[in-house]
């Protein structure tokens, strides 16, 4: 029998279903999600919602993942 921190829920990257852990998701574990393989030397914007909540996340930030939840993940130039 698993134990409750076993869970997964479901979220949508970048439009495709995708199974996680329940908890926190890291901006890296996102990235590995839209991206594989990740691109060299690539930056991203991350940005999610779920119902009436969003935001964005950088490198070394996490949010609790929730079973719905919409991460759109961009590869963006250097500025």
């Not at 970048?14 to 990740?38: H, Q």
């Not at 690539?42 to 940005?47: E, S």
């Not at 079973?67 to 500025?79: A, F, H, L, P």
């Amino acid at each position: 029998m698993s134990a409750p921190h076993d869970k997964e829920i479901n979220i949508i990257v970048n439009g495709r279903p995708k199974k996680v852990p329940e908890g926190d998701i890291s901006f890296e574990a996102v990235i590995a999600l839209a991206f594989d393989p990740v691109p060299p030397n690539a930056f991203f914007t991350v940005t999610w919602s779920h119902g009436h909540e969003g935001g964005s996340l950088v490198a070394g930030q996490s949010v609790p993942a929730q079973n719905g939840m919409k991460i759109d993940v961009t590869e963006t130039g250097q500025s």
